[in-house]
């Protein structure tokens, strides 16, 4: 069992930046990945951007070189640093965790809104 709490997420005007911060607890395995996911209204949940506990990381076409995923791996902590934000960036941000090694399983946070006027 993983457990999974954000923060960060809150209301900035275009070209802001913010930084989110998602704790992991529990059985947590060497082997893993912690990703940002978002979804916007009316639209299908996105990878935003992914670690592995090795340290490699992708993101999505729409936020390179803005954001940056960064983990603390004796913290169990996953960090999304988002620069220049844009209103199109505008979702509810959601932490996942998943092993990599069998049995796969995936874990999810509650979400944490982020809002970017224009």
């Known amino acids: 069992q993983v457990q999974l709490v954000e923060s960060g997420g809150g209301l900035v005007q275009a070209g802001g930046s913010l930084r989110l911060s998602c704790a992991a607890s529990g059985s947590i395995f060497r082997g893993n990945t912690m990703d940002w996911y978002r979804q916007a209204p009316g639209k299908q949940r996105e990878l935003v951007a992914g670690?592995?506990?090795?340290?490699?990381?992708n993101y999505a076409d729409s936020v390179k070189g803005r954001f940056t995923i960064s983990r603390d791996n004796a913290k169990n902590t996953v960090y999304l640093q988002m620069n220049s934000l844009k209103p199109e960036d505008t979702a509810v941000y959601y932490c996942?965790?998943?092993?990599?090694?069998?049995?796969?399983?995936?874990?999810w946070g509650q979400g944490t809104q982020v809002t970017v006027s224009s």
């Open positions: 996942h965790f998943a092993r990599l090694v069998p049995p796969r399983r995936d874990y």
């Open positions: 670690i592995t506990s090795g340290g490699t990381s």
